[in-house]
């Protein structure tokens, strides 16, 4: 069994018990040799094709040297890849769903064979170290399999209308071709989780990657191929402007479904395109985690809750911890602890062996991370460790805690998105609620103590769709992963998957 799942290993360390391969170690040599093996190009109706406006670079953050080119997509490649999936609708809309779902299967267990591989991809192409990369591969072969077993479990209902005369069926069907647009931070995962319900229910798919992290994707394309993907079901446009090569589908009718994953800013603008096709939508978007330590907490699991929540994926996750709120009478203690275990971190690029936190995706980031930093440092803000950029090639940041970070601070308002932990904190429950939810955001929250009564009350007044207690983690395939306010609406994961890429008939039967 896997679970749990989707942490460093360091903090995960079952999965390396389950799967020894994991143990293996890939030298730096064999880097070239995978980069090569990964289709470049566009996936179009099963074909792999150039891109109409030449290539664009992938670059390596850790060390800003140009990793390989891939396709760039033009609008007519994307319009071209939408004509692809809407001729293959029908048909695989009328696939078995069990052979829907054991391609899914398929693909899971190729996946895992492959975990070495593909974890040596994502690092190079993203950053985190090769143990966290390993995590997110089986994280997202997860939701292929789960989606695996959900294929055949979509039902319909039979009731006896309430006259008594009639009676009332309903039936799910798939909702057509849908458009996938991942960020960066977690190049599979986003994939599986959006293609795998999606492709479970029957829907065709064009996916788009982020353009600094497409090699993922085009890995994850090719081997749904070799499990027996018909061609067209799934098709791929990598490109270098995400904007005009997606804005002709967000306006064409036979697209019928966008599930992005990525900043509020972008979700908010595809929304608006979207209403001209009233468009389906799914919006998983930014977050700003709040992190809760009461005075009853377990300590020792609060530190080790507050690393996972936000050093896993260096900070770099919609659910990251991005703002601590501590009980005053033990924020010292607290603080001091985490600043040691972060500290204490190794700082590399993600294929050295030991490395605990690799580089931030780019330079932008990076900078923006600094300046959130800086502008909290001015503030008053009281350095406990880190707190500036690393000299030298690709875009590292030290691993930062700041204490008695003032309210109000940028820091405290705004997605961090790096490995920067500022610590404030409350007297009463109530404040603590009250600096809690004081977000546009509404992602997810953690919380630690050892109080039910309080747990409860505090998990029900909290404005986030998901909770971590006691733990600092809160992803996992079978739940339902997604926002409120701010942060979104739909549900990744879970049964809930499935149902965003289902539509409703309702037959009214007349019995008199
Ligand atoms: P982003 O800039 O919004 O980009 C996300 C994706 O949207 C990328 O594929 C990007 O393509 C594409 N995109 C950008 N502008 C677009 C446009 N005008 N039209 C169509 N597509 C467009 O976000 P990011 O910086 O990559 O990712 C970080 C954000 O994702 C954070 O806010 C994080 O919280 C959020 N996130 C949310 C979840 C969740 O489940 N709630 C999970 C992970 C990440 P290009 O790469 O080509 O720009």
Redo the contacts with the bound molecule.
């Keep these: 069994m896997l679970a749990p799942m989707a942490a460093s290993a360091r903090a995960m360390p079952a999965c390396l018990v389950t799967y020894p391969l994991l143990m293996s170690t890939i030298i730096a040599s064999d880097e070239r040799r995978i980069l090569d093996s990964v289709p470049h190009q566009l996936l179009i109706g099963g074909e792999w094709r150039e891109g109409e406006n030449g290539t664009l670079p992938v670059e390596d953050p850790a060390t800003g040297e140009i990793l390989c080119e891939v396709a760039d997509a033009s609008p007519a490649d994307a319009v071209a890849a939408l004509d692809a999936a809407t001729a293959a609708g029908p048909a695989w809309a009328a696939t078995a769903p069990r052979e829907r779902g054991e391609i899914l299967r398929r693909a899971f267990e190729t996946i895992i064979e492959r975990t070495d591989e593909l974890a040596l991809l994502m690092t190079l192409e993203m950053g985190k170290p090769l143990a966290e990369s390993r995590s997110e591969i089986i994280y997202a072969a997860e939701f292929l399999r789960w989606f695996s077993e959900e294929a055949v479990r979509i039902e319909g209902r039979y009731s006896v209308s309430p006259n008594g005369i009639g009676r009332l069926m309903t039936m799910r069907q798939p909702v057509g071709p849908c458009l996938l647009?991942?960020?960066?931070?977690?190049p599979l995962a986003?994939g599986t989780r959006k293609a795998g319900p999606a492709l479970a229910a029957g829907c065709t798919v064009v996916i788009?990657?982020?353009?600094?992290t497409p090699l993922s994707t085009l890995a994850f394309a090719e081997i749904l191929q070799e499990a027996g993907l018909p061609d067209g079901v799934m098709n791929v446009i990598t490109?270098?402007n995400?904007?005009a090569t997606?804005e002709p589908l967000l306006s064409d009718q036979r697209l019928r479904k966008l599930s992005?994953?990525?900043?509020?800013?972008?979700g908010r603008?595809?929304m608006s395109q979207a209403s001209q096709t009233l468009l389906r939508l799914s919006m998983?978007?930014?977050?700003n985690a709040p992190f809760l330590v009461f005075e009853d907490a377990d300590l020792d699991a609060a530190v080790e809750g507050a690393v996972l929540a936000k050093m896993r994926n260096g900070g770099e996750?919609?659910t990251a911890a991005n703002r601590f709120h501590v009980h005053e009478s033990v924020a010292v203690d607290f603080s001091e602890r985490l600043a040691r275990r972060i500290g204490a971190m190794k700082v590399g690029r993600g294929t050295e062996p030991g490395v605990e936190l690799g580089p931030l995706v780019d330079a932008k980031q990076r900078d923006k991370v600094a300046e959130l930093v800086a502008d909290a440092l001015d503030r008053g803000a009281k350095p406990l460790t880190g707190g500036a950029r690393v000299d030298g090639p690709g875009y590292f940041f030290q691993p930062t805690v700041l204490g008695e970070v003032p309210a109000g601070t940028q820091l405290l308002t705004e997605?961090i998105?790096g490995p920067v932990a500022p610590v404030s904190t409350f007297s009463t429950e109530e404040e603590a609620l009250t600096a809690a939810n004081a977000t546009e955001y509404g992602?997810a929250a953690y919380m630690f103590t050892t109080n039910v009564k309080r747990a409860i009350r505090v998990a029900e007044a909290l404005e986030t769709g998901m909770i971590g207690l006691n733990q600092g983690i809160v992803s996992n395939p079978a739940a339902p992963?997604g926002?409120i306010k701010q942060?979104?609406f739909g549900r990744e994961g879970g049964p809930e998957g499935i149902a965003e890429y289902l539509e409703t008939k309702y037959v009214a039967i007349n019995l008199d």
């Design positions: 647009i991942t960020p960066w931070n977690f986003m788009k990657p982020a353009q600094q490109s270098s995400a904007g997606t992005f994953t990525g900043s509020t800013g972008v603008l595809l998983e978007l930014g977050g996750a919609c997605e998105f992602l992963f926002g942060s979104g």
